[in-house]
Nanobody, 126 residues
Framework: QVQLVESGGGLVQPGGSLRLSCATS????????IGWFRQAPGKEREAVSC????????NYVDPVKGRFTISSDSAKNTVYLQMNSLKPEDAAVYYC???????????????????WGQGTQVTVSS
C-alpha cells in the first residue's frame, strides 16, 4: 500500500539548517506529485513546497523561497526538503503528501493530496 514516512526533523538554532526526507513506497514516484506541508500549534496546516518528480518542476510558498529547496530521487523513492536559514516561525510539524499527477504542475492545495505521512517535528530555538 502507499506509505510516506518523514524523517530528519529535530531541534536547530535560528539560522541553522535541516534536511527532511520523505521515503515513499507503494507507488512509482515519477507519476506522483509530492508536497511538503507544515502545521504549527494553534495554526492551520499550510503548504511549503511541492515537486513533480518526472519533470522536476517545483513550487514554493513565498516565506520559504530562497531558503528551502525540494528535490526528488526516484531511484531511492525519496523526496527531500533542504531547509536553510531557519527562523523560529518555521517551527512546526512537517508532513509530506502525495497525489497522482498528469500534465499539470504540482499544486500547493492540500485538497489535491490523497496520501499523507505522520509528520516530523522541526523546532527552531536558541
Amino acid at each position: 500500500q502507499v506509505q510516506l514516512v518523514e524523517s530528519g526533523g529535530g531541534l536547530v538554532q535560528p539560522g541553522g539548517s535541516l534536511r527532511l526526507s520523505c521515503a515513499t513506497s507503494g507507488f512509482k514516484l515519477d507519476f506522483y506529485a509530492i508536497g511538503w506541508f507544515r502545521q504549527a500549534p494553534g495554526k492551520e496546516r499550510e503548504a511549503v513546497s511541492c515537486i513533480k518528480s518526472r519533470s522536476g518542476s517545483t513550487n514554493y510558498v513565498d516565506p520559504v523561497k530562497g531558503r528551502f529547496t525540494i528535490s526528488s530521487d526516484s531511484a531511492k523513492n525519496t523526496v527531500y526538503l533542504q531547509m536553510n536559514s531557519l527562523k523560529p516561525e518555521d517551527a512546526a510539524v512537517y508532513y509530506c503528501a502525495a497525489y497522482r499527477i498528469f500534465f499539470e504542475d504540482c499544486s500547493l492545495l492540500p485538497r489535491y493530496y490523497d496520501y499523507w505521512g505522520q509528520g516530523t517535528q522541526v523546532t527552531v530555538s536558541s
